[in-house]
């Protein structure tokens, strides 16, 4: 018999199937929330398996806990929580923003290629403007995807629905992936539809030749500020940057002064450096930037819930049977690396 504790909001059909799954004593928060918390000691104390968004303050209590399964991609809430050295095993929701987020990087694409922007301006002063410049086709463009994962796989295959070439720079060969969350129907799963693969040391020459460049890497350590001035002055002055990853790996300095100074086209933004922007920051000022409040893919999106509970309900009956679980984080990424 293992004990679940879960602190995500039930989803009725999954909460229905997991009481049905022997073998499982399960228990829910009072009050489902997505934030760091205290935790009633006698809830958590035994407990093998912790389902959430973000460990309880009183994380150091749960003596008995063997897997916490994440109801986000993100996973840097579990830094320092030093999970590796306790045996504690740790699982993500990758794969559950995979449709609307790549979904995102394509509307950013083609309203960024068609100035969608300008047009809302003429349309709120009544200004009739047929220009060129609003006509514009992402076909036979060239979108880079720094970082293969399930973001970058499942826009390749929109881009290339799009008639796009892709370019994806990754540190490991781009191959198939196992034992990860998939949307039926959806992403890359063999890694085959990049035109071009590029690695770590290429990055020059693969911005070099980009009219999108999309951050679809995780904010670790080592992305933390990857994308600097030396990057963005690496892009064709014709480029779009695109953000729906994390904004600190962006350097902020950076991309300021790329927008300013035009070293790039202009930008999408998604994820930030401040939660709220606030109103006096420059990124709000821009012409030529899609300003998104990181809505690409969030807890509200409509197929949330139903999603991440699909991900758990796969590893709890996994985990009884002690079959290869979804979503495993290594030690080197439960350690920011």
Known sequence: MATVFIDVPPEPGAWQRLQSIPGLNVRIAEDPAEQVRYLPPELIRDVDILFCTYPPENFAGMASLRLVQLASAGYSQLFGLDLPTKGIRAYNARGIFDVPIA?????????????????????????????????????????????????????????????????????????????????????????????????????????????????????????????????????????????PARGPIIQETALLRALREDWIAGAAIDTHYQYPMPPEHPLWGFPNVIFTPHISGSSLSPRFLERVWEVFLHNAQRFLSEEPLLNELTPEQLNGN
């Open 103 to 243: 979904e995102w990087n394509v509307a950013m694409m083609v309203a960024l290629a068609r100035d969608l922007r300008w047009m809302i301006r003429n349309q709120e002063k009544r200004v009739w403007d047929r220009a060129a410049a609003f006509q514009r086709e992402i076909r036979g463009c060239t979108v880079g995807l720094w970082g293969y994962g399930g973001i970058g796989r499942e826009t390749a295959r929109l881009a290339k629905a799009c008639g796009m070439t892709v370019h994806a720079l990754s540190r490991a060969t781009i191959g198939p992936r196992r034992n990860i969350f998939i949307v039926p129907g959806t992403s890359d799963p063999e890694g085959v539809l990049p035109d071009r693969q590029f690695t770590t040391g290429q990055e020059l020459d693969f911005l070099g030749g980009l009219d999108f460049l999309i951050i679809a890497v995780p904010l670790t350590k080592t992305t933390e500020g990857l994308v600097g001035e030396r990057e963005l002055r690496a892009l064709p002055r014709h480029a779009y940057v695109l953000n």
